[in-house]
């Protein structure tokens, strides 16, 4: 990825945007899986001639640099933090890395930065789909999880309107927490396993034919018309 600075921010700023993934054949992370099929292959396809400034990157910046802090926390004898893991699946390899795991209460934590329309309208699914693959992934190197949780720290909330909104978020962080039976993890492992098929198939597609993306995976609620 090609990272300018056209508007001459810090060169601190754009270090940090620079620390890039890099792509392994046969290897998809987790949050690659939930966005769109089109967007995930056309992203590994030309990674390196997509352009971004660093202006358009300020809340992903904000975002590490609070997982920079967190990490900072030594953890006890009982927890695992920042732990990549990779499994496979099929031909493929499936590679993720959550917070913190607790090898006490069986428990995973993973913490974002999010708006506090987000905790506002209570729309969890992607967080609890990412969780629960994470925790599927630990099941399947030995280390067993019963539930996990969302610290989420809202970067734009506000004091006034937690005041004065009875549906406001009166503090700035929230956790979010998930109990996951054997119904979620079959259910999880057979959607994975789909997801790869579709992913193999797509790799084979000129970047014209692969799949467009869902109104979902666009953020799109519906197209709507004002009359002037």
Not at 40 to 48: D, G, P, S, V
Not at 146 to 152: G, P, R
Not at 160 to 189: C, T
């Amino acid at each position: 990825m090609i990272i300018t600075n056209k508007h001459n921010l810090p060169q601190a700023f754009v270090k940090m945007a620079s620390e890039d993934y890099t792509f392994r054949d046969k290897e998809y992370r987790v949050t690659s899986l939930l966005k769109g099929l089109r967007e995930t292959i056309l992203e590994r396809r030309h990674h390196e001639n997509i352009e971004v400034d660093v202006s358009d990157m300020i809340w992903l910046l904000f975002g590490r640099a609070v997982h920079s802090i967190l990490e900072q926390q030594e953890e006890a004898g009982h927890e695992l933090k920042e732990e990549r893991i990779r499994v496979p699946i099929g031909d493929y390899t499936l590679s993720g890395q959550f917070d913190l795991y607790c090898g006490k209460t069986h428990k995973i934590t993973d913490y974002k930065t999010c708006s506090a329309w987000k905790i506002i309208f209570g729309d969890y699914n992607d967080w609890r789909q990412q969780l629960l693959i994470y925790s599927w992934m630990m099941r399947q190197i030995g280390f067993p999880v019963k539930c996990a949780e969302v610290v989420a720290l809202m970067k734009d909330h506000s004091k006034r309107d937690a005041k004065r909104k009875a549906d406001y978020p009166k503090l700035p962080a929230k956790v979010v927490s998930f109990k996951f039976g054997e119904q979620d993890f079959q259910e999880i492992e057979e959607w994975l396993i789909a997801k790869f098929a579709e992913i193999k198939h797509a790799e084979t597609l000129p970047d014209d034919e692969l799949p467009l993306c869902t109104p979902d995976e666009r953020f799109n609620s519906g197209d709507k018309f004002a009359v002037m």
